[in-house]
Each structure stands twice: as C-alpha cells, then as structure tokens.
T-cell receptor
Framework: AQSVTQPDIHITVSEGASLELRCNYS??????LFWYVQSPGQGLQLLLK??????LVQGIKGFEAEFKRSQSSFNLRKPSVHWSDAAEYFC??????????FGAGTRLTVKP | KAGVTQTPRYLIKTRGQQVTLSCSPI?????VSWYQQTPGQGLQFLFE???????NKGNFPGRFSGRQFSNSRSEMNVSTLELGDSALYLC???????????????FGEGSRLTVL
C-alpha cells in the first residue's frame, strides 16, 4: 500500500517569510497527491492536488506544490506567509482504487 | 452547495457504551470515507463506502463498523467503547473512490467523541 511521510512535526516561520513543507511518498506507480489544511476544531480543506501533467501545481490561498518523481516528493510552498496560515497541514497520497493515506501532519506557527 | 454534514458534533459516552455517528455527503458524491484523528496517531483510515458497499477497511477492531444507505448517507458505529476511542471522527465524501482522480475528499467538521 502507499504511504506518506512528513518529516517536520512543527515549523515556525515569521510572518512575511517564505514557507516550504516537506512531503515524501512511497508508491510504485505515479500517485495522486494532495495537500490539505486543518484549522483548530475544523475539518480538512483541500489546498491543491496533483494528478498528472505539469509538475508545479497552484492551489488556493497562494500555495503551490511541486511533484518531483525522482525524489518521491511533493513539497508545499508559499512565498510569503500570513498569520492566518497558522494551522496543521497534511499531505496525502491516493493510489487508484486504494484508500487515501495521510501523513502525520506538520503544525505551522507564524510569528508576528 | 451544501458541504459534508456530520452529527452530532460533540458527544460524551462512558466505557462499554456504544455510539453511532452520522454523515451526510455532498449531493452527488457516492463515496464516504471515515477517519479517526487523535493527537498521538494522526489521521487513521477506518473504512470507505461506495454505492452502499464497503470498499476498503483500515486496521481497526471489529467494534468499529459502518454502513451506507441508498442516498449515500453513512453511519459508523463503535460498540463497547474504550477510553482510547476518544477522538475526532472525520467523515469525507468524494465523487469517485477516495484517492482516485475523481476521489478528491471533502471533509466534514467532525464528531468529537469523549469516552469517560
């Protein structure tokens, strides 16, 4: 079955600084990749997804992610973080008819 | 377009009791997936139902069960509750099978279960 690893449990960045959250997956074929965000007490909201084609995908709230097959990675980036971006971020991998598997999440703190 | 609705949002039970949680998916979505979220274990997949059939099941004991009705609404049941079942239970719906190219998940806000 597919799996996904988010190496960073917690990241702190200053408001206005750039952000990169790491995600590595394990799957034999090309997976479907997703990034979700969860604010406290809320469900998860989809930020962006990759199915095929252009390896750089744009999402909501100014986020983007790049699929790198050679590195089995799908890192999430944002050029300038806002205080409202503080939340938990989950990378997920789908593999066709299998279920979607989520990483452990990365908690983002934004310093003023 | 209404989102995924989960009821109840909060509930408190005691050990040994059972609980039923409900999920109404987005209209037109045929798949409903359930996840358990805890601080220590993160998001753990419970099961997925598609067109009233369980398609996938995670590594949970038989105390955890679910079903899906013809209108795609789903329920999950946990019997003989244990303290460790305290968690946020998230339901998500998708047009196709979760994780497929039509399987983008849309989540509800969750049902927070506390077991005393």
């Amino acid at each position: 079955a597919q799996s996904v690893t988010q190496p960073d449990i917690h990241i702190t960045v200053s408001e206005g600084a750039s952000l990169e959250l790491r995600c590595n997956y394990s799957y034999g074929a090309t997976p479907y990749l997703f990034w979700y965000v969860q604010s406290p007490g809320q469900g998860l909201q989809l930020l962006l997804k990759y199915f095929s084609g252009d390896t750089l995908v744009q999402g909501i709230k100014g986020f983007e992610a790049e699929f790198k097959r050679s590195q089995s990675s799908f890192n999430l980036r944002k050029p300038s973080v806002h205080w409202s971006d503080a939340a938990e971020y989950f990378c997920a991998v789908g593999a066709g008819s299998n279920d979607m598997r989520f990483g452990a999440g990365t908690r983002l703190t934004v310093k003023p | 377009k209404a989102g995924v609705t989960q009821t109840p949002r909060y509930l408190i039970k005691t050990r040994g009791q059972q609980v039923t949680l409900s999920c109404s998916p987005i209209s037109g979505h045929r798949s409903v997936s359930w996840y358990q979220q805890t601080p220590g274990q993160g998001l753990q997949f419970l099961f997925e139902y598609f067109s009233e059939t369980q398609r996938n099941k995670g590594n949970f004991p038989g105390r955890f069960s679910g079903r899906q009705f013809s209108n795609s609404r789903s329920e999950m049941n946990v019997s003989t509750l244990e303290l460790g079942d305290s968690a946020l239970y998230l339901c998500a719906s998708s047009k196709g099978l979760a994780g497929s190219n039509t399987g983008e998940l849309f989540f509800g806000e969750g049902s927070r279960l506390t077991v005393l």
